[in-house]
């Protein structure tokens, strides 16, 4: 189990700025979900975390640790890991290889062979194509490996961005009992995803972002029910 | 009007350096447009090759003027490239690369075992028949063309499928005809060069245009940047100028053109004149 | 008017078939979606209508014409647009210019016009210009025209390849998961947009997984699973078909698409 | 009025086949110290300026017009390869600049113009020599080799061609290689098949080290004598070659063990100030720039045309021997040629 | 005369496959252009021609620490050259260019400090005379660079292939980023690659400067157009194909000169080769990257 803590993150792209100082918790055990519009800043406080973006101010404390700055391999190795937007995916490995890449920090192999079978009991497609390379894989498919490749690392904070995006409706649904799998295991999580009433049910607490600035933040139920979170993002 | 004395000098004593630096120019955009359609094609040297002795050859053995040999250097490069171009212009990548660099090894092989070419004692004697306005009228209009149409549809299309051609492909663009002209461009562009070369320096050798100077031609661009025509022409002046500038070294020169080299890209690695051009014409 | 059919149109890769033996009637006008579980074959379907990839068999005819053996570009000058779903925006160019490359099919100007900045090359380069920002005001893409393509979000990069495809007022516009990374009001945006290019003349094939923008908007839906077709029908009718929840809504999807149902046509 | 005369030199100091320019240039700069401790024209210094080239043709040229143009040379030794002569020649020529080869041994070289002279012999006028001594003892058939990518290396084979087809020698095969190779084994395997009675190889140093190395792995024995050109007369043979050299014959106007008094000065002082030994290449330059020094003097003043003009009339007795130009500018006579033998790693004269 | 011209050939492919091993493994798996690798080379000689000439090394003792040294310069060399573009995300081809500078700096200072002389290493090192086996001739040097290649072949597959290390180099090589999110450590691995590639340019360095007698700083570069060539043709990053690549180069030209004409033994490789890739444009084991629409 593991907590976040950040305060005053901001990031800037070039000239731009786009996180103005953001503060965040994510407690140990708890699912929180970051909803925002198209270009609010969400990808880019994930990537600030995980150590893919250098912040240019503000603390990120993992477990206590200030970890901003560091580089993704030391966040990685501090357990906490993320599942990219855009699935990144490695195309030109096989499916095997890519989960075996997700078990990387991952020494024990009788743990790994272990999670392995857990990912492919809840994928069965990844289990059909185990030697096909992630490249040649569908959309869908794709996103699968790219959960099942962080599942794969037994993190004890998990950064999702948009997991559900690609998915058919069934697992849309088989991603959030995911999610409330993982939370009942004790896995701490950070989500953000579009599909936000779905992700609030799951969530225990929210922040909305919004061109780089929290503008509204409160237990899930709360948020789900604010008028304007309504109107501008779960659509009437 | 009256020269200066003093300029005269300097003139005569810097005359092969400024055809160098407007020849090398020329190179450097025919590097540049097939750089700019995302091809790897090096066969620069061979065409440059191919221009330089079939325009020797007709101003030595056919004796014509050079305002006729000029235009007809384009001319072998141009059927080289449309030869090649169809079963190559397949290939991508470092592919491409490798199997233009072949041409121009074979063609050396050519020239150093067919006597008509004068084998490994090249051609010598050649007149100098290219003057210092030719060749810079020459980069001139090659620069302007190619930021005219850089900045037009044809432009766009270019990035386009640099950046990915599948993608360039289902927005219409014509990704083999693309790949095509620009290799005939880059025929023309480097023939033009070696006859230009050819006609300054009266001797021209087999050993001229093969793997080493197809790599020093592709650093042209790649110091430059590709972004402008006006980049890799940068690129080429620089590398040019570099070796004499660094003459006071003597023993280190070339140590320090590399370190020049070095620190250049470390710090500029999108080449030096990084900006892009617009690429709409209105 | 049939505008697109396919027939027996089948895809194979080593050990198996993404699309099978697929016949697909498209009429002119309106907008049909395809949906299906994950790697059923919906964007390789996609990419044989565009040409992106040849068929292992069966034929493609397009406005009354065989297309099967056309390259994209080929295609795209007849009037095959279309989106990736894997975005694939030419990120060092800026946006606007990334819209202008939607145009390309449809300019003119020969070289020797274009080095002369002759009239009809201004004239045609000004229009398309005008054709891009509008577009880009269509998809909410204006404030960022000069940005670089690479430096937009997910979302906006969605929405800049939509504005892509669609600024050449194409006949087919194929649209591969274009709500993926939207939030549901952003989606509704999209399905407004989605009805005006309609309106433009284009007929609109869609891949989506969100039920809710699909069944609002479709008239009709195919339904592929393990690359074949398993039905094809309304909305409504695909919605209580047993074989499609089964095989890709879920029971429960189902309902609460029929709950929709409900309320639209009670309010 | 200066109190130097400034000369220059262009010589391939970088690169990969910097070993012959910078031998040239030591060579120049060990004569150059003799000659200015009385100096020329009543006591001015001469001041040598030395380019690099780099081997490379556009580079030789700019070296070329630099020395003229911003140094105002009065006289140009060099470039090192025969290829840069082609190229730098006729912009010398023009300046009406007297341009001296040390090394280029090429055909047509003299050609260029009247201001092209080279004091390095011709190969036409030592091949033969080396042939008539091999035909002597008793070889009747050769197997001809050559760097056919390097203008020295082919000019060298053009005339041991004619040498050997005028010698009636019968010549069974004709193989060549890059200057750049390493590996010879093929064109050595299908000579070693036709049982040749000699191997003459015109290259560059390394190659013919690396040809004689392979030649021996392949079982080529003493029955078979192995004939070397210009290039293979380098201390360096026997250094890379080492006992695989052994045996091999090539002609020299000088060799390192050459007896006389003024070479053995030159060897040791060039020993002193180097730490190595010269080659042929150091011997020329230094030759050269004593001819050049001479010339100066006679012309009176530091004055190109003059110089030229006195260049022509030089009668002067260096390390390599007596020495006098043709009306050509090229070397006038063949009389110093030796043939030596490489024997444990060095030359002495063949018996 | 054929069966020595066979074995001519393949002893020759087998010194152009030892020297295109590590090459694939920087160029091939990591896609990096790195013109120093032929510097490595002839570091890994000179190392060698010092331990041996100077402090009486045999070539046993000598093989390994040349070979490490090498690797050592390598590391240094990826370390200032490439580290920062890395970091930056810069284009391709800059790792082409700034490389490029790089050898250009390196070879003319090694030029300076060492002497343009070709060198050679102790001439009692190994045996020097050849075997002869049924006719046929082979020395000592070339069964080692036989060996030493087959041994290089198979560790390198093995490493690439069998590995969690090799794995992770050719997720590294694809993907750093990503790679970086699952916990590797991008810049140390690419020192770590840059290293065994150092080492098999070296240990190439020593074999091949043992066999044909001549150490110099450019003996790497001369040998970098086979070794581009011998790669492309085998396939990016095909371990496999570089060996085969290799011998079928060697062959082939062998087989031209002594039966064709010399002169023309690199043009009919080169066309050979390009008719290879017209025919299979990825090389001969290169599978095409798979992209998908
Ligand atoms: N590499 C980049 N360079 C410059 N600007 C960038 C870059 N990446 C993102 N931005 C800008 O930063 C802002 C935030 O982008 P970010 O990707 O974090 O948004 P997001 O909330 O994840 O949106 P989406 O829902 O579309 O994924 C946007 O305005 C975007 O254009
Ligand atoms: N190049 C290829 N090589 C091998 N298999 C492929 C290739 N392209 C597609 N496939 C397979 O074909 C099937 C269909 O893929 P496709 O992308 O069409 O699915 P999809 O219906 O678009 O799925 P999604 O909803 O996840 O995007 C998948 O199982 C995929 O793995
Ligand atoms: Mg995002
Ligand atoms: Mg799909």
């Known amino acids: ?236 | 009007m009256i020269i200066p004395p003093w300029l005269d000098d300097f003139l005569w004593t810097y005359q092969n350096l400024i055809h160098a630096l407007g020849i090398n120019g020329l190179l450097a955009l025919s590097m540049y447009v097939v750089l700019a359609v995302g091809q790897l094609s090096l066969g620069q040297a061979a065409f440059m090759g191919l221009g330089a002795y079939s325009s020797a050859l007709m101003t030595l053995k056919l004796k014509l003027p050079f305002f006729m040999v000029l235009p007809a250097s384009c001319v072998v490069p141009v059927l080289f490239a449309l030869a090649i171009g169809v079963p190559t212009l397949r290939l991508s990548g470092v592919y491409l690369a490798i199997a233009t660099i072949g041409l121009g090894e074979v063609l050396r092989a050519v020239y150093l075992n067919v006597d008509y070419f004068g084998g490994a004692l090249g051609l010598s004697g050649i007149p100098e028949r290219a003057e210092t306005w030719m060749i810079y009228g020459l980069l001139f209009a090659a620069v302007a063309i190619l930021w005219l149409v850089g900045r037009s549809g044809v432009g766009r299309a270019m990035e386009a499928m640099r950046e990915d051609e599948t993608a360039a492909g289902v927005m219409g663009v014509n990704v083999g005809r693309y790949r095509m002209g620009a290799l005939l461009a880059s025929a023309v562009l480097a023939g033009l060069a070696g006859a230009l070369g050819a006609h300054v320096s009266s001797f021209i050798g087999p050993n001229e245009y093969g793997f080493e100077p197809a790599v020093t031609i592709l650093s042209y661009a790649l110091l430059g940047g590709i972004g402008t025509p006006l980049a890799p022409v940068l690129g080429a002046w620089i590398l040019t100028l570099l070796p004499e500038l660094l003459r006071g070294f003597s023993d280190l020169r070339l140590v320090f053109n590399g370190v020049i080299i070095v620190l250049a890209v470390l710090f500029l690695p999108n080449g030096l004149l990084s900006w892009r051009m617009k690429r709409r014409g209105a | ?267 | 009025q200066a109190q130097t005369v400034p000369v220059g030199a262009i010589e391939i100091l970088s690169g990969p086949a910097a070993a012959y320019g910078i031998a040239i240039k030591g060579g120049l700069d060990l004569a150059l110290d003799e000659i200015n401790q009385k100096g020329v024209l009543g006591g001015k210094k001469i001041a040598l300026t030395v380019e690099d080239s780099a081997a490379d043709k556009n580079q030789a040229i700019n070296a070329a017009r630099k020395l003229i143009g911003r140094d105002k040379v009065v006289a140009i030794i060099g470039p090192t390869l025969s290829n840069e002569m082609f190229a730098v020649g006729p912009v010398t020529n023009e300046r009406k600049i007297p341009t001296i080869g040390t090394s280029t041994t090429a055909n047509g070289i003299t050609d260029i113009g009247p201001y092209i002279f080279r004091t390095s012999l011709p190969e036409a006028d030592v091949v033969p020599v080396t042939f008539k001594k091999a035909q002597a003892r008793g070889v009747k058939t050769v197997a001809l080799m050559y760097a056919n990518d390097d203008a020295f290396s082919k000019s060298g084979f053009d005339v041991m061609k004619a040498a050997a087809e005028k010698l009636g020698l019968n010549i069974l095969a004709i193989e060549s290689f890059g200057t750049k190779d390493t590996d010879f084994a093929a064109q050595l395997t299908k000579i070693k098949g036709l049982k040749p009675d000699a191997v003459a190889i015109s290259a560059l140093v390394e190659p013919v080290s690396g040809v004689l190395l392979q030649a021996r792995q392949l079982g080529f024995g003493k029955e078979t004598l192995f004939i070397g050109g210009n290039g293979s007369n380098s201390p360096k043979l026997g250094a890379i070659a080492g006992a695989a050299a052994d045996g091999l014959i090539v002609g020299s106007p000088w060799f390192i063990g050459k007896p006389d008094a003024l070479n053995q000065k030159f060897v040791a002082a060039f020993k002193a100030k180097y730490g190595k030994d010269p080659d042929q290449f150091a011997a020329q330059a230094y030759d050269c720039m004593f001819i050049l020094a001479a010339a100066i003097d006679r012309a009176g003043a530091a004055d190109s045309e003059k110089i030229t003009a006195a260049l022509a009339k030089t009668s002067y007795t260096g390390v390599m021997g007596p020495f006098t130009f043709t009306d050509h500018r090229d070397p006038a006579s063949a009389e110093g040629v030796v043939v030596l033998e490489m024997r444990d790693g060095k030359f002495g004269i063949a018996p | ?293």
């Not at chain 3, 395809?34 to 790697?39: A, H, L, R």
């Not at chain 5, 069966?3 to 010194?15: D, E, I, K, R, S």
């Not at chain 5, 050259?81 to 995300?89: E, F, I, Q, T, Y």
């Open chain 5, 1 to 293: 005369m054929f069966a020595q011209q066979l074995v001519n050939g393949v002893l020759l492919g087998a010194t152009y496959a030892l020297f295109a091993l590590g090459f694939t493994l920087m160029f091939g798996v990591l896609r990096v252009i790195n013109l120093t690798y032929g510097f490595y080379f002839s570091a890994g000689a000179f190392i060698a021609l010092f331990l041996t000439r100077q402090a009486g090394f045999g070539i046993w003792a000598a093989l390994p620490v040349a070979a490490m040294g090498a690797g050592a310069v390598a590391v240094a060399l990826d370390w200032l050259l490439l580290s920062r573009l890395r970091r930056v995300n810069a284009p391709e081809l800059s790792s082409l260019m700034v490389t490029l500078g790089g050898v250009l700096a390196l070879y003319s200072a090694a030029t300076s400090i060492l002497g343009p002389d070709i060198r050679r290493l102790p001439p009692d090192l190994v045996a020097s005379d050849a075997f002869v086996l049924a006719g046929l001739r082979v020395t000592t040097a070339q069964l080692l660079i036989l060996l030493a290649t087959a041994v290089m072949v198979g560790a390198l597959m093995a490493l690439m292939r069998g590995t969690r290390l090799g794995l992770a180099i050719r997720a590294m090589a694809e993907k750093p980023d990503a790679a970086g999110l699952m916990g590797i450590d991008t810049g140390r691995l690419a020192a770590l690659v840059s290293f065994i590639s150092g080492c098999l340019a070296g240990a190439g360095g020593v074999l091949i400067g043992l066999n044909f007698n001549a150490i110099h700083p450019y003996m790497g570069e001369a040998m970098m157009l086979r070794g581009f060539v011998v790669i492309i043709v085998g396939g990016l990053g095909d371990i496999r194909g570089a060996l085969i690549a290799g011998l079928l180069l060697g062959v082939i030209e062998v087989f031209t000169a002594g039966y064709v004409a010399s002169g023309l033994k690199e043009a009919v490789a080169f066309a050979i080769l390009v008719v290879v890739l017209w025919t299979r444009p990825s090389g001969l084991f290169g599978r095409a990257v798979v992209r998908r629409a």
């Open chain 1, 1 to 236: 189990m593991s907590s976040l803590d950040v305060q005053g993150l901001t990031v800037f792209y070039g000239r731009t700025e786009a996180l103005k100082g953001i503060d965040l918790t994510v407690a140990e055990g708890q699912v929180v979900c970051l909803i925002g519009a198209n270009g609010a800043g969400k990808t880019t406080t994930m990537r600030a975390l995980s150590g893919l973006t250098r912040p240019r101010a503000g603390a990120i404390r993992l477990d206590g640790a200030d970890i901003a700055g560091w580089r993704p391999h030391r966040v990685a190795a501090a357990g906490m890991l993320q599942v990219p937007e855009g699935r990144q995916v490695f195309a030109e490995l096989t499916v095997a290889e890519n989960l075996a890449m997700g078990a990387w920090l991952l020494a024990d192999r009788a743990e790994t062979a272990r999670r392995q079978d857990q990912v492919l009991a809840r994928f069965p497609r990844l289990k059909e194509r185990l030697d096909q390379p992630a490249g040649s894989m569908s959309g869908g498919e794709q996103q699968m490996l790219a959960l099942g490749r962080a599942l794969m690392g037994a993190p004890r904070l998990l950064l999702l961005d948009e997991p559900s995006m690609g998915l058919a409706p069934l697992f849309v649904e088989e991603i959030f009992s995911i999610v409330a799998d993982l939370k009942r295991e004790g896995t701490t999580i950070l989500l953000v995803e579009q599909n936000a009433s779905a992700a609030l049910e799951v969530a225990d607490y929210a922040y909305v972002l919004e061109t780089g600035r929290i503008v509204l933040e409160g237990p899930a139920a709360t948020v789900a029910h604010d008028p304007a979170v309504v109107a501008a993002y779960l659509g009437g």
């Open chain 3, 1 to 267: 008017m049939i505008l697109l059919q396919t027939a027996g149109l089948t895809r194979r890769y080593a050990g198996l078939v993404a699309v099978d033996a697929v016949d697909m009637d498209i009429p002119a006008g309106g907008i049909h979606a395809v949906i299906g579980p994950n790697g059923a074959g919906k964007t390789t379907l996609f990419n044989l209508i565009s040409g992106v990839v040849p068929p292992s068999a069966g034929t493609i005819r397009f406005a009354g014409s065989a297309v099967t053996s056309l390259l994209p570009h080929e295609r795209a000058r007849l009037g095959i647009a279309r989106t990736f779903q894997n975005i694939r925006v030419f990120g060092a160019m800026t946006v606007l210019e990334n819209v202008l490359t939607g145009l390309h099919a449809h300019l003119s100007a020969t070289l020797p016009e274009i080095v002369a900045r002759l009239g009809r090359f201004r004239r045609e380069e000004r229009a398309a210009v005008d054709r891009a920002k509008d577009a880009l005001a269509l998809v909410g893409l204006s404030a960022r025209a000069d940005a670089r393509a690479a430096a937009l979000s997910y979302g906006d990069q969605r929405r800049l390849e939509i504005a892509r495809a669609m600024v050449a007022e194409p006949r087919l516009l194929l649209l591969d998961e274009p709500a993926a990374g939207m939030n549901p009001a952003e989606t509704e945006a999209l399905a407004a947009l989605v009805r005006r290019i309609r309106g433009f003349g284009t007929t609109v094939l869609l891949v989506e997984h969100d039920m809710g923008f699909v069944m609002d908007l479709s008239d009709t839906v195919t339904v592929l699973n393990f690359g074949r077709r398993i039905f094809q029908g309304t909305p409504a009718e695909v919605r209580r078909e047993p074989a499609v929840i089964e095989a890709y809504l879920g029971p429960k999807v189902a309902e609460r698409l029929a709950r929709r149902e409900a309320a639209t046509r009670a309010g």
